[in-house]
T-cell receptor, first 112, second 109 residues
Framework: NAGVTQTPKFQVLKTGQSMTLQCAQD?????MYWYRQDPGMGLRLIYY???????DKGEVPNGYNVSRLNKREFSLRLESAAPSQTSVYFC???????????FGPGTRLLVL | AQRVTQPEKLLSVFKGAPVELKCNYS??????LFWYVQYSRQRLQLLLR?????SIKGFTADLNKGETSFHLKKPFAQEEDSAMYYC???????????WGAGTKLIIKP
C-alpha cells in the first residue's frame, strides 16, 4: 500500500516549457487535491476533484490545468511555465470531503 | 471570510519545556479543525483532528469556540518534535481545507 505517490520528485524547467505532474493513490479515495507550498504562505489549493469525473478550481488555479484520469490518478499540467510557479507541489487525497487528507511526498519545481 | 491564522512563523523552545502553537480561526459554521505536521524531508501528515479528541505523540489541542482557537500543546517538548506545523479548517460548503501559514517549531537541546 503505497498511499499517495507523485512523479517526478524534482524538475527544472525553462520559462515557457510545459510539463505534467502525476499523482496516484491506492486507497480508493474519492477526493483528490493539488496544492502548492511556498515559504510563509502555507499551502494553497490549486485544483481539486471531489469525485471521479469532476474538477474544480481552488484558490490559485491560474496557469494550471488538471485531469482526473480515473479514480486513482489526478494530474496537474503547466502549459507554459513561469518563474512564479517555482514551488513545491503536493498532491493529496481523502475518502470523503471532510475527511483526513493524505499527502504525497511532493514535487520540487524550479522554473528558470 | 473563513480564515486560519497562525501568528508565529517560528517558535523555538528548549527540550523539556512546554510548547504551545497558536491557531485562531474565523468561520461562520461549525468548524472541524486539524493539525498537520511536516518533519524534515517528509510528507505532510495528520497529527490530530479535534473530533477524535486523541493525544498523539503527547500533543493535544482543544477547540475553544468562544475564543475561536485551536492551540496545539505539549507539556514537555522533545527534539524530535522539531517540524513545521499547520493548522487547518474544513469548510462545510465545499471540499476544501483552509490552511494557516504554518509555524516552524525548533526544539533546542
Amino acid at each position: 500500500n503505497a498511499g499517495v505517490t507523485q512523479t517526478p520528485k524534482f524538475q527544472v524547467l525553462k520559462t515557457g516549457q510545459s510539463m505534467t505532474l502525476q499523482c496516484a493513490q491506492d486507497m480508493n479515495h474519492n477526493s483528490m487535491y493539488w496544492y502548492r507550498q511556498d515559504p510563509g504562505m502555507g499551502l494553497r489549493l490549486i485544483y481539486y476533484s471531489a469525485s471521479e469525473g469532476t474538477t474544480d478550481k481552488g484558490e490559485v488555479p491560474n496557469g494550471y490545468n488538471v485531469s482526473r484520469l480515473n479514480k486513482r490518478e489526478f494530474s496537474l499540467r503547466l502549459e507554459s511555465a513561469a518563474p512564479s510557479q517555482t514551488s513545491v507541489y503536493f498532491c493529496a487525497s481523502s475518502h470523503e470531503n471532510k475527511g483526513t487528507q493524505y499527502f504525497g511526498p511532493g514535487t520540487r519545481l524550479l522554473v528558470l | 471570510a473563513q480564515r486560519v491564522t497562525q501568528p508565529e512563523k517560528l517558535l523555538s523552545v528548549f527540550k523539556g519545556a512546554p510548547v504551545e502553537l497558536k491557531c485562531n480561526y474565523s468561520y461562520s459554521g461549525s468548524p472541524e479543525l486539524f493539525w498537520y505536521v511536516q518533519y524534515s524531508r517528509q510528507r505532510l501528515q495528520l497529527l490530530l483532528r479535534h473530533i477524535s479528541r486523541e493525544s498523539i505523540k503527547g500533543f493535544t489541542a482543544d477547540l475553544n469556540k468562544g475564543e475561536t482557537s485551536f492551540h496545539l500543546k505539549k507539556p514537555f517538548a522533545q527534539e524530535e518534535d522539531s517540524a513545521m506545523y499547520y493548522c487547518a479548517l474544513s469548510d462545510d460548503s465545499n471540499y476544501q481545507l483552509i490552511w494557516g501559514a504554518g509555524t516552524k517549531l525548533i526544539i533546542k537541546p
